[in-house]
């Protein structure tokens, strides 16, 4: 197999770290299939990085919070390119009190979350294993590592996908397909998230991390093979470090000043 006719997979590709996954990928002369939410400008964005980087770049807008829309993308993806590289990038915040959200509200993070993680991988799996050396690099959180009050369901996704890739990483050792999971803290995607990250004080600073050096950071490590990858080894130590009893009315009493600012 050519490497310059396979395809890298981002999903979540509009904005914020997909963007800036998509960005990196290019750079190194890897073709790209972008994945989005329609009316967030992907065409602009795909031929856009076509002509600057001289790469072969296709877009899909669908709404990954509905399994028969998951299936017709890795259906066409299956049909149409040879996948050596997935990025699982699409994924839904959210802080709210439990008692306020609706079930849509419940249903759509876990669908986008965990179900569409597990099925795009899943379902692409067959395509990766037929390549020379394919990656998956699955994007969890630092939430994963604490559940926190009034981001009740988010959290709980999130430790899903770091789980999930970590078994998934063991299962596919001796095979050419290498799986890795990133743990980032808050991004600066723009001045509405900075502005809402900082009222948490302290601790939400401390992981406000830069989309493009994060991204950097992960398709250097997925090459380089690093199974969990940390861009933030600060927030990580106090993570693993803090016993549950504090991180948790930590975290929960940052959140609500967020939600009551």
């Known amino acids: 197999m050519d490497i310059k006719e396979s395809y890298a997979v981002v999903t979540g590709a509009s904005q914020g770290l997909g963007k800036a996954f998509a960005e990196n990928l290019a ?13 967030q400008h992907l065409k602009e964005l795909t031929r856009e990085l076509e002509i600057h980087y001289h790469i072969k770049a296709h877009y899909y807008e ?20 040879d996948v050596h590289i997935l990025i699982n990038n699409a994924g839904l915040g959210g802080t709210k009190k439990f008692t306020e959200a609706t079930s ?24 990766l294993l037929r390549q020379p050396k ?6 969890s ?27 998934l990483h063991e299962e596919l050792k001796g095979t050419n397909v290498f799986v890795s999971v990133v743990n980032p ?6 001045t509405d998230v900075c502005k809402r990250i900082e009222k948490q004080g302290f601790l939400g600073k401390l992981t406000l991390l830069n989309p493009d050096k994060v991204a950097s950071r992960c398709i250097q490590q997925l ?17 693993k470090v803090l016993p549950i009893w504090i991180k948790l009315p930590l975290m929960t009493q940052a959140i609500k000043r967020e939600i009551e600012a």
């Open 27 to 39: 750079k190194k002369k890897i073709n790209l299939i972008l994945v989005s939410l329609p009316g």
């Open 104 to 127: 849509d509200y419940i249903n759509t993070i876990l669908q986008v979350n965990v179900t569409a993680t597990s099925l795009i991988t899943h379902q692409l799996l067959p395509n």
């Open 185 to 190: 803290g808050a991004m600066k995607t723009n």
């Open 223 to 239: 090459f380089k093979k690093d199974s969990v990858i940390m861009v933030n080894p600060i927030s990580w130590l106090v993570m």
């Open 134 to 139: 394919a990656y998956i690099l699955n994007v």
């Open 62 to 81: 669908v709404d990954l919070s509905v399994n028969e829309n998951v299936m017709k993308l890795t259906a066409w993806l299956n049909e149409s390119f």
């Open 141 to 167: 959180s630092m939430a994963a590592f604490s559940p926190i009050g009034f981001k009740t369901v988010y959290p709980a996704s999130k430790t899903f996908i770091h789980s999930f890739s970590r078994g």
